[in-house]
């Protein structure tokens, strides 16, 4: 704990870039969690109303981001996206993680004809461009939230398991792993106590990475139209609905946008700052650096 | 460290890419301002004759017209929202309907508004025994492109043709028994049962009369060989109208050039001509709203198909526009599956009926531009009546689910389909799962490509449980009579389009019966097509929602565009009827 602590404040002296990531983030998290119970307009954010009267006001106080077609606050519609955006940033990398450690730890581990036949598996995936692969299996599996996950998720496990697998292979022969056999452990129990603790670092950093990532492809999925339902508030799809008003409304299409943006930005920085803090190499760069003056 | 380099390179890509995202946003906004010297985008390759011409008609088009031209050319541009289709005049249903009627004709046009057939290659007409046999009298100046005079023979060969490849629409000569060449210009049709023929020959899908030399040219063995359909879908035509295709690009451009030695040039008076219409009129593929209007405000395009509805009144204020608003035979309707409980109770339909927002839809799907059902039969067309509205009435939506024996609502959540990527139905579709909500009917709402949609329906015939609950659906017909809407979506034999799987044998029986009254006794027709409307405005198999309205929006310099607009042919700018300031 104490070094993680450390870590992240090592970061922050670091660069201020990293602080704005951490805090984009950190409101990012904050909103999504809190979204249906601080949005102004809970009816219009959920999509469970229209009026008439209030469509396609521009910007103003009353409504920060305007108001769409259905005269919905664009404002609760976005601030509610978060909460659809976090769960797919993290369902989707959650996901991902589940599937790939296992293979990857598994096939770096075991090796042999098990090792090989798991990664040709792997690779397999791999050689598919994986945004083509999500939306054919987005389009395959039809609309809905659960469904873009999955399809995002599929795209996404090869990467985890390729880079767990060669850290594993490496971390395997070292001598702590050696000694741990010597006095008698399972291959299970060094597989998870020992094996896995070790090559779990770039896994990390990738993964915190791939956050942004997930956010962006998935409003890919839903601005292409093989996303989330239709009426779900999630950001690429609110992207799309404004499109056909563009020129006369537009700020129903760009405040989406620009959470979006901002978002994956924010995402993008921090995983950025975390991969430094990680790399002993740069690390130990820039320490020197800061001694020698 | 692959991952390092990895992991530097995307930050800045999805950087870029959001960056980019914003910036195209932007840029669409700025952009429906006009600003000279602009490139459009979506425009093909730089050679077309579209890409050379200005709205100012500056620079003479030299690449569209093969003869050096004596004098400048007007060039009138309108942009289709759609790709085209076929060619062949005798199979195409779809659409390429948007350029056909300049190229080809019929033997009579037909004005739904004012229903009054118009005179076409045929000058009169007449029909006997109870409208089982008909005569047509054709003009003996009429030729077809290629020089041959238009006879009886070729109007007896065109029609054959399109009879014997029954694709398409060639269902709509199913009551002729035979054709028979009286002489040169008269032609009689033998009829198996009473029919409207005169109004079947102005149909908008496979009526129309072609050059009996396409066999030749097409160096096939005879009119049904596939050899004939190729050389027509080459970009070939053999028309008698008063534009020639000179280009056949389907997926990006049509390119039509006035056709000086057509007839109607000549025939002082006739309606369907205009002295100043356009030497060339192109067909340009901008397969989206947003960005016609942003070409129609640069001046690349002439005429919009579709702009945002909501901006249309911004149109109508600018008097560098005019816009031209007609009704449409095209209306919207939710099929009701009449087979899957509780949906199979008509007091739960009557509900759902009364539980829809008719204004409101109206007003948020097609900012205003359009009018709320009446029946099945839109506004404007001969059969509909103007007391099938159903009144937006919560409390006795609620009172009738009470009565069919849900107070609390509907136990399970209804599934609605509606075609993706269209908006109008989308909203359509958002409006009616909010509303049905209080009365306690939940919906879900599903988008689905039209063939997903279609083959869903198509299984409720042999497993409605499994089928859609509400369906989301369009129709217009292929000539216009009231038994195109009341057959294709609600005759118990029809499995293809009756996707209510509506059945009932009182119903069919009128409809059948109205229809052969249709062509020597409108009135009794009438009053039978009344009373089967009748029957569906109780039973509720469907709810018509709204009748589509057609804006088009052109720039000033086009005149006579209401006139050039005829909703039996949708879609279609009738060019020759244009009035264009050079």
Known sequence: MASASSQVLWLIRRSKLSLVGLF????????????????????????????????????????????????????????????????????????????GIPVGLVAGYVGGRVGSML????????????????????????????????????????????LLYVRVTSVKNMPFVDSARLLGLGR?????????????????????????????????????????????????????????????????????????????LGFNLLADALRESLDPRIRRIALTRRILG | MGILARGASRTVFVAAVALVMVLILVAAYLATRPSPGE?????????????????????????ASPTPAKEEKTIVIYASLSEMTTADPSTEFSNSIIWMPLVYEPLVWYDPLEDRLIPGLAVEWESSDNGTVWTFRLRENAKFHDGT????????????????????????????????VLDDYTVRFYLKYPAPLAHI??????????????????????????????????????????????????????????????????????????????DVFIIKIVKDAVTQERLLLTGDIDIAQYVPLENVDRFEKDPGFVVAVKPSFQNLLMLINTKKPPLDNPLVRKAIALAIPYEDIVEVARAGVARVASGPIPHGMWGHFEDFTYEYNLEEARKLLAQAGYPDGIDRTLLLVYTAGDIYEKRTAELIKTSLAKIGIQVEVRPMSWEEQWSLALSG??????????????????????????????????????????????????????????????????????????????????????????????NARIGNLEKAINPAYPTTIFAQVLSVEG
């Open chain 2, 39 to 63: 490139a459009p985008e979506e425009s093909p390759a730089p050679t077309t004759p579209a890409e050379t011409t200005t709205p100012a008609q500056t620079s003479p088009a030299a690449e």
């Open chain 1, 119 to 162: 990664m040709r598996v792997t690779d397999m995936f791999l050689a598919f461009p994986p945004l083509l692969l999500a939306i054919a299996l987005a389009a395959t599996l039809g609309r809905g939230l659960f469904n873009t996950i999955i399809a995002l998720s599929i795209s996404w496990w090869p990467w985890y398991a390729r």
């Open chain 2, 461 to 554: 015939w042999d497993n409605p449980e499994a089928a859609q609950d509400l369906f989301i659906f369009y129709w217009w017909p292929t000539y216009i009579t009231p038994f195109d809407f009341l057959y294709n979506m609600f005759h118990s034999e029809n499995t293809l389009f009756n996707l209510a799987y509506y059945q009932n044998p009182e119903f069919d029986k009128l409809i059948e019966e109205a229809v052969l009254y249709e062509g020597y006794d409108r009135e009794r027709a009438l009053s039978l097509y009344y009373e089967a409307q009748k029957i569906l405005y109780e039973d509720v198999p469907a709810v018509p929602l709204w009748d589509s309205v057609d804006v088009r929006v052109a």
């Open chain 2, 201 to 278: 020959a102005a149909a908008s899908y496979g009526a129309w009369i072609f050059s009996p030399n396409i066999v030749k040219y097409a160096g096939a063995s005879n009119l049904t060989d596939p050899k004939v359909a190729d050389w027509f879908n080459q970009g070939n035509e053999a028309g008698s109208g008063p534009y020639r295709l000179v280009k056949w690009d389907p997926e990006n451009e049509v390119v039509l050039e006035k056709w000086e030695e057509w007839w109607g040039w000549r025939e002082p008076g006739y309606e369907m001509a205009s002295p100043n219409a356009p």
């Open chain 1, 24 to 99: 984009i983030v950190a409101g990012f998290v904050v909103t999504g969690i809190l979204a249906p119970f601080i949005v102004p307009y809970p009816e219009d954010a959920r999509g469970e109303t229209y009026n008439i009267e209030e469509r396609f006001q521009p910007p103003s106080w009353e409504h920060p981001f305007g108001t769409d077609e259905y005269g919905r606050d664009v404002f609760s519609r976005v601030l509610m996206g978060a909460r659809y955006s976090l769960i797919i940033a993290v369902g989707v990398v959650g996901l991902a993680l589940l599937i």
């Open chain 1, 188 to 264: 299970l129990a060094i597989m998870f106590r020992h094996v896995l603790p070790n090559s779990l670092t770039p896994v990390t950093v990738q993964a915190a990475l791939d956050m942004g990532s997930a956010i962006l492809e998935a409003a890919g999925l839903s601005f292409l139209g093989v996303g989330v339902d239709p009426s779900t508030p999630e950001w690429g799809l609110l992207v799309t609905e404004g499109w056909a008003s563009i020129s006369s409304a537009w700020w129903i299409s760009l405040f989406p946008g620009l959470a979006i943006l901002v978002t994956v």
């Open chain 2, 149 to 180: 005079p238009v006879t009886a023979e070729a109007v007896k060969m065109s029609i054959e043709r399109t009879i014997a490849l029954g694709q398409g629409a060639a269902f709509i000569w199913d009551p002729v028994d035979r054709i028979e």
